[in-house]
């Protein structure tokens, strides 16, 4: 069964640094993606950031570029989100998601590309 599990969220005052975690099991293909996207209140999900795991290229928004990197440990299935500087503005639920490919020239943060999903974490910035 394939899976997706997300940990590392919690609080941290404005400045600080957190670092996500997700965790793969199950798929059977070597070739994906895998991005991190978040939902604030009241809003959209928002796609973040994408790592591909063929050839670790790496899809950043505008929002968090220059703070946030995304990272893979191939041999742990793991993708991390080293976030820093965090600001009140990033507080939201944080989601990773697994795709096998899509379409499009900006499809790498687009949400409705991905076909898995973890469960999500709360990530709370306080000003």
């Known amino acids: 069964e394939e899976q997706l599990v997300e940990s590392g969220g919690g609080l941290v005052q404005a400045g600080g640094s957190l670092r996500l975690s997700c965790e793969a099991s199950g798929f059977t293909f070597d070739e994906y993606f895998i991005a991190w996207f978040r939902r604030a209140s009241g809003q959209e999900r928002e796609g973040i950031s994408c790592?591909?795991?063929?050839?670790?290229?790496?899809y950043y928004a505008e929002s968090v570029k220059g703070r946030f990197t995304i990272s893979s440990d191939v041999a742990k299935n793991t993708v991390y989100l080293q976030m820093n500087n965090l600001k009140p503005e990033d507080t939201a639920f944080y989601y990773c998601a697994l795709s096998y490919g899509g379409y499009g020239s900006n499809w790498y943060l687009s949400r409705y590309e991905y076909e898995y999903w973890g469960q999500g974490i709360q990530v709370t910035v306080s000003s």
């Open positions: 790592i591909s795991s063929s050839d670790g290229a790496t």
